[in-house]
């Protein structure tokens, strides 16, 4: 299994991205797709989670209301649009795929796969 993490970038704080996971190598539409940050000095913590059938979503309560997750089972892609980009968002962004097939978790240990990261920087 492959995901393929992009998007990220050097923002002023107001300011939006949209980041992409490409993923391939299992069956992309039978598995929750999740986001996850690290800020440096920090663990890795949960941002955002979608079902695979696109029906349920879940978000950390520091990004409900600015975050929005989707993904296009088509495309074997999920995406996180972050609007209203704050300084406290800076952090390394990781998209993961859930262990299970069907599975709706938040859990970091309850995810096997990870892409490599994408940087997001804040200024305030």
């Known amino acids: 299994v492959q995901l393929q993490a992009s998007g990220g970038g050097l923002v002023q704080a107001g300011a939006s991205l949209r980041l992409s996971c490409a993923a391939s190598g299992r069956t992309f539409s039978s598995y929750s797709m999740g986001w996850f940050r690290q800020a440096p000095g920090k663990e890795r913590e949960f941002v955002s989670v979608i079902s695979w059938t696109t029906d349920s979503t879940d978000y950390a309560d520091s990004v409900k209301g600015r975050f929005t997750i989707s993904r296009d089972n088509a495309k074997n892609t999920v995406y996180l649009q972050m609007n209203s980009l704050k300084p406290e968002d800076t952090a390394v962004y990781y998209c993961?795929?859930?262990?299970?097939?069907?599975?709706?978790?938040?859990?970091?240990?309850?995810?096997?796969?990870w892409g490599q990261g994408t940087q997001v920087t804040v200024s305030s």
């Open positions: 993961a795929m859930a262990s299970l097939p069907k599975k709706f978790t938040v859990r970091r240990n309850d995810y096997a796969y």
